[in-house]
């Protein structure tokens, strides 16, 4: 269980993971999804001021580095071989 009291260093230490993570994915529309929704999630939290609420999203963000580490393996096993045209440049 989370602690009531999430410091900022620690949110910002989950929110550049998870921007790391999105760059581990092969195909550059899962990448872009994966940066857009982290960015989107923290924007819509950043109000929360109760250390309940903010333990919870806290929480939950953690859970999502989860997944979002599993899926960029899953991911890479089946890579394309051809590049996406925005990744040619």
Same mark, same amino acid.
């Given at each position: 269980?989370?602690?009531?009291?999430?410091?900022?260093?620690?949110? $910002?230490?989950?929110?550049?993971? $998870?921007? @790391?993570?999105?760059?581990?994915?092969?195909?550059?529309?899962? &990448?872009?999804?994966? &940066? @857009?929704?982290?960015?989107?999630?923290? @924007?819509?939290?950043?109000?929360?001021?109760? %250390?309940?609420?903010?333990?919870?999203?806290?929480?939950?963000? &953690?859970?999502? $580095?989860?997944?979002?580490?599993?899926?960029?393996?899953?991911?890479?096993?089946?890579? %394309?071989?051809? &590049?996406?045209?925005?990744? $040619?440049?």
């Amino acid at each position: 269980m989370a602690s009531a009291s999430v410091s900022r260093s620690e949110v $910002l230490s989950l929110f550049r993971a $998870l921007l @790391r993570t999105s760059r581990e994915f092969c195909d550059y529309n899962v &990448k872009e999804y994966t &940066k @857009r929704r982290t960015i989107d999630g923290f @924007r819509q939290n950043q109000t929360l001021s109760d %250390p309940a609420s903010v333990a919870s999203a806290y929480s939950d963000g &953690k859970a999502q $580095l989860e997944i979002a580490r599993r899926q960029a393996i899953v991911y890479s096993l089946y890579a %394309p071989k051809i &590049k996406n045209i925005m990744e $040619l440049n």
